[in-house]
């Protein structure tokens, strides 16, 4: 065996690289117009570069710039990112400047992906939750080169990143403390630092600042109109509330992006105080700044909010609400979109959300014949949690039959869905595309959202099924079609086994529940519209162009 005699060589390495750029900064400054000259200089083949694109925030200037770098000097670049977002993105693998990508979620680019991958353009490591990839770049994944996003920097690198932090704190040391090489994008460049609002991430992580020639693109992606609510949906809210949210008592969660738990949100002022659930339910919330939270969090219904990431026009509400939201010496928002993966992970009861598909034995994908869409950090909020050991009365409540004298309780894992789609397309379905996808794209892993083992419970217009009681597979099997309706699942339903689950407890019908439907009306909810949510925030809340319909 060979006696290893080097233990610098990265950061060597990192210091010829230096070297070459230095004739192009002034100090830690590029100039904007030497962007594309200083990635050629500063990225070698086959590196792997970490691009900061996640499903809000992105680093536009620095993946254009990357996207017209010359292939002859920079190919094969081995792309780590949490969220394939932009064309351009995809245009670094049709390139050649790109030729592998490990990544979390895709998102609008999710069709051009899996056409990417079945013409062999593209070469995908893995598709993996938010916390899995950043986890792996400390680890296996660890980047050479690191594009961020910042608002602010002065010249010795010193980043405010504001509301929209989101995983630039993570990124950054990944790359930093292995002698990797941070070039952060900025919307501001300031002289010195006491011209700065906050410092999120110091200059000492940070090589190189750029200002952009725009600011970055930041989405609201996480608001909802609620005049697109329907009825089915509110029906399905309000057995939500009463069949989960008050029959486990669950006090912390995470909600998904959607219409679903969008009109949960809009219905606890109303239909929740009508049941004096306020203080008893919902009261610690792990999400971004959702608008439709607005009237729940003026009502008195939310003690805390921990952040994946900001939201547009949300910024002077949260500010506002520094009881509720964790903000800075600015009185700006702090997200962190590692922190709060965690949080909802371990320190929420309950994850709700909704899914493209779900087949009869509860597993769930956004992966669908054609569209290659990833998962994001549903895989972690919608799991059991098997390392946490402090307890609640909804973790309590789930807890199953084990070793004598061992208590263990179990996160609550809830599916709402609608039977059928747009387009009358079934979202019960005997086998996930997923299935077929993964293997004729020849993935080792099935790319399965949520697996139905973690499933808890799964709310239709139909009533509720509690999987978490069932004995066995076949039962699970039976409560999921009983509340199927006439989609593929629901059509092997036989109705004299739906009254023995029904007195078992394993499904619930709206009226063992206490629901009327006839009660689902859109006049139920706390708002109706982004205007009203406006005028609950008291006009803190600035709704970005396209969702003004006043």
Known sequence: MTQRTTWDTNRTGKA??????????DGKVIPTGKAVEALETLIEPGDRVVLEGDNQKQADFLSRSLAVVDPAKVH???????????????DLFEDGIATKVDFAYAGAQSTRVA????DGALDIGAIHTYIELYGRFFVDLI??????????ADRDGNLYTGPNTEDTPTIAEATAFRDGIVIAQVNQLVDSVDE????????????????ADRPYQIEPLFTRDPRLITEVQILMAMMAI???YERHQVTSLNHGIGFDTAAIELLLPTYGEKLGLRGKIARNWVLNPHPTLIPAIESGWVESVVAFGGEVGMEKYCAARPDVFATGRDGMLRSNRL????????????????SLQIDRDGNSSTVTQGRLSGFGGAPNMGADARGRRHASPAWLDLASGGQEDITRGRKLVVQVVETFGKGGVPKLVESLDAVEVGKESGFTVTPVMIYGDDVTHVVTEEGVAYLYKARDLAERREALAAVAGVSPVGRRHERTRGERLRRDGLVALPEDLGVRRTDAKRSLLAATSIEDLVTW??????????????
């Open 537 to 550: 925030s008291g006009g803190l809340y600035e709704p970005t162009a396209k969702f003004r319909s006043w």
């Open 16 to 25: 010829r690289r230096l070297e070459r750029a230095a004739r192009l900064a």
């Open 76 to 90: 094969d670049v081995h792309l780590l990112i949490s969220s394939i977002s932009r064309p351009e993105h995809l």
């Open 115 to 118: 056409q990417l991958l079945a």
């Open 143 to 152: 980047p050479k080169v690191a594009l961020v996003a910042a608002n602010s």
């Open 196 to 211: 700065l609002p906050r410092v999120d991430i110091p200059g000492g992580w940070v090589d190189f600042v750029i200002e």
């Open 242 to 244: 009463r069949g989960v």
């Open 339 to 354: 922190i709060a993966q965690a949080a909802g992970h371990y320190a929420a009861d309950m994850f709700i959300g909704a």
